[in-house]
């Protein structure tokens, strides 16, 4: 009874269009008033604001700003002019190099949408301009940026990592091959895609047209027929200092010279330097948009991680998860069957819910089912925000639609249906690094 009303209460409020993070504390706040015996309200308030005085939870805010200083500061431009001299002269290039710098950029930001508000503004008007279509130039930036959750830094992997007390640095290390799976295998399609778009259109998308938006003084136009070596080392020297950001970030987490979330500090101080004192772009204005853009991000998210924990904390009271790991592994205890079953669900639980939220809700629940089966924790967290990542282009809550959607111009329905292939590639990718371990825990374990 209890595990109905909780839940059935939670989506009856999200149908109504109550806000998520509402949502979930008014039906935690019904069921725990009135459907079990012995959870005081001030015991859940206590838990919403003791959730958030979290060390590791810090990182959040950290990483957003420092993602949001090193876009402002010039990162972004650089890294795109890199991209551009490495894959811009092949068929579909500017799909290609969106993609690439939507993988160097999430290396920075990890963040899917402000991956895609960074990179979105340049590329999508530039394909646009050449004749790619403006529904796939939104849906390939959209599709591109959910990678900035997998590739390191990943707010979804601190989330996880606190909520399932499972190690950040694993999980970090665990969603590189993921992340660069993915980024290839949707450059992959954006070469047929846009071959076919040639093919019908008469030769008006070909290699020698394929250039990056003129109308930016960071994007230079590609005409060459092969790689130009010259080129890309005069972009890698120019791009160097956004380069060089996940391997200050990354490397002094595994050379234990700082935790993740003081390495999110680091970035920020970094992407400062960059910005005022090497590139010049980041000025005082800039500076105070950034943190007025995080204050207003974070008060948008850390108020639903409290609320979420506390729903959360009434599941673990009533023994809801163990009931539902009980409903699963009757059906099957194979490890197999199980992790397609638990797919399914964060498929669809990705369409209609926020990532932070059902990150937080979710993890409880199905942590301990996939554990008793035989899944690694840390392999586990990545199946978990990939699955839920290719929510981030799935309506009707899909994050990364909005964002592209309102960037391009463009209505949610032509980008969704432009997605598609790149949906089906994505869910590829996530079976494949399901069902071999490998993909996941080699660089762990290699860490380790």
């Given at each position: 009874?209890t595990t ?8 009856v ?20 008033m ?5 959870i ?29 200083l ?56 530039a ?10 130039a939104?849906?390939?930036t959209a599709?591109?940026?959910?990678i ?9 992997f ?18 590189i091959?993921?992340?660069?799976m993915i ?10 895609i ?6 019908k ?22 005409k ?18 956004a ?23 680091v970035?920020i101080?970094?992407?400062l330097?960059?910005g ?15 943190a007025?853009?995080t ?5 948008a998210t ?5 609320l ?5 904390y ?53 942590l ?24 981030f ?16 111009n ?9 997605a ?11 079976f ?17």
């Amino acid at each position: 009874m209890t595990t109905l009303v909780l839940f059935a209460s939670l989506f009856v409020f999200i149908a109504l269009s109550v806000p998520i993070g509402i949502a979930i504390g008014l039906s935690t706040l019904i069921t725990a008033m009135f459907f079990t015996d012995g959870i005081p309200v001030m015991t859940l308030t206590q838990k919403v604001f003791t959730s958030l005085d979290s060390f590791p939870i810090m990182a959040i805010p950290f990483f957003m700003m420092a993602g949001i200083l090193m876009g402002k500061g010039g990162v972004s431009k650089r890294l795109l002019d890199f991209a551009g001299s490495l894959v811009g002269f092949i068929m579909g290039g500017l799909a290609m190099v969106t993609v690439l710098t939507c993988m160097f950029f999430a290396a920075i930001s990890g963040s899917g949408p402000a991956t895609v508000a960074a990179i979105g503004s340049f590329m999508i008007p530039a394909m646009d301009k050449e004749k790619y279509g403006r529904g796939f130039a939104a849906a390939i930036t959209a599709s591109a940026g959910a990678i900035g959750v997998i590739i390191p830094p990943s707010i979804p992997f601190v989330l996880y990592g606190v909520v399932g007390s499972v190690s950040i640095g694993s999980l970090f290390l665990a969603g590189i091959l993921p992340g660069i799976m993915i980024g290839v295998s949707l450059m992959i399609v954006s070469y047929f895609i846009i071959k076919r778009k040639a093919q019908k259109a008469a030769s008006t998308v070909s290699k020698e047209s394929i250039a990056l938006n003129e109308t930016s003084a960071a994007i230079e136009q590609i005409k060459a027929k092969r790689i130009d070596f010259k080129h890309v080392l005069k972009t890698f020297y120019e791009a160097k200092w956004a380069l060089l950001t996940p391997v200050i970030i990354l490397g002094g987490i595994y050379g234990s010279i700082f935790t993740p979330t003081e390495s999110a500090a680091v970035a920020i101080i970094y992407g400062l330097i960059v910005g005022m004192f090497i590139h010049k772009e980041l000025s005082w204005r800039d500076i105070y948009d950034s943190a007025l853009e995080t204050i207003q991000v974070v008060g948008a998210t850390l108020y639903m991680i409290g609320l979420s924990i506390a729903f959360a904390y009434v599941l673990n009271i009533e023994q809801i998860p163990q009931q539902i790991a009980d409903f699963i592994l009757g059906f099957s205890t194979n490890v197999y069957i199980v992790l397609f079953l638990i797919i399914l669900f964060l498929l669809v639980v990705g369409a209609f819910l926020d990532t932070i939220a059902a990150l937080v809700i979710l993890t409880p629940i199905l942590l301990p089912i996939v554990t008793q089966v035989g899944v690694d924790p840390v392999h586990f967290g990545v199946i978990l925000v990939t699955a839920l990542a290719i929510g981030f282009i799935t309506p009707p809550v899909g994050v990364n639609l909005f964002v592209a959607s309102a960037i391009g111009n463009i209505s949610i329905e032509r980008i969704a249906a432009a997605a598609i292939p790149l949906f089906v590639v994505m869910l590829f990718i996530l079976f494949l690094i399901s069902y071999i371990p490998f993909f996941s825990t080699f660089l762990p374990s290699l860490a380790s």
